[in-house]
């Protein structure tokens, strides 16, 4: 029997929907009380450059509603250093950010970009007590380098196996959960704690659960507040949790 991971819901879409009109609302921390309310085990953000979503006055109202893991996404520059030493939530998880990109496209290309992790942001969140975690695609050489970094955790993304899901391409999506099934194996036995999020809903999730071993979170957003629209936040929750307590425990 599977440990069931838990399940971190990402509200940046709560704020997507606010800052549309420029209004007040939906409120995204009445967001993250009401997932957490449902049975969500924590809340995911992502704070972007150019505050597309979540901004910086959202985080107190944040930090203040949330009583499970609060996860801090972000770019690692000095700003969002400092943002997220201010706020001291239970983790951080670095990601690339481009700027033209609607969502996360891909994992940090940490051979390129492992000594300036660790510099500016590694380091000085370690040092406040943080976390971390880095996203990253599901490739050895990748989880090796995350462990040598020494980091805490690390972010499986999931967003090719999703897009193979989407497309029917079974043959697709039997590689790609099987490279994530190997990179959770990996991250494990290097003693991380093993994360994984990007593209996951109601009708894969069955199947990456049944597939991958050794998760101590997932995080899922847009399909989630998605579903939400037509079910309701709370019932969306559940709906997932459901899922995944199914799954884990063998029903």
């Known amino acids: 029997m599977n440990t069931r991971p838990k399940l971190l819901v990402n509200i ?102 492992a000594e300036e992790l660790t510099t500016l942001a590694i380091t000085p969140l370690q040092s406040s007590g943080i976390p971390v975690s880095l996203f990253v695609d599901p490739v050895p050489a990748h989880i090796d380098m995350a462990a040598a970094l020494g980091v805490e955790a690390v972010e499986l993304h999931t967003g090719t196996f999703a897009n193979a899901w989407m497309q029917g391409d079974s043959d697709q999506v039997k590689y790609e959960v099987g490279r994530i099934a190997d990179a959770a194996e990996l991250a494990h036995q290097k003693g991380l704690l093993v994360n994984a999020g990007h593209g996951l809903n109601l009708d894969n999730l069955h199947a990456f659960l049944s597939a991958v071993s050794h998760l101590h979170e997932i995080s899922i957003g847009h399909a989630l507040i998605s579903d939400a629209l037509f079910l309701g936040l709370s019932t969306t929750v559940k709906a997932y949790l459901a899922l995944i307590h199914g799954q884990t425990e063998g029903t």
């Open 12 to 113: 940046d879409h709560v704020a997507t929907l606010r800052n549309a009109r420029g209004e007040g609302f939906p409120d995204p921390a009445r967001a993250a009380g009401i997932c957490e309310a449902a049975g969500a085990d924590g809340i995911v953000f992502h704070i972007r450059s150019d505050r597309r979503h979540i901004r910086d006055e959202d985080l107190p109202a944040l930090k203040a509603m949330v009583k499970g893991t609060l996860d801090f996404e972000m770019a690692a520059t000095q700003e969002m250093v400092d943002l997220c030493i201010d706020l001291k939530p239970s983790l951080c998880t670095l990601v690339p950010e481009g700027r033209e990109e609607l969502t996360t496209e891909g994992g940090l290309d940490l051979p390129a970009v």
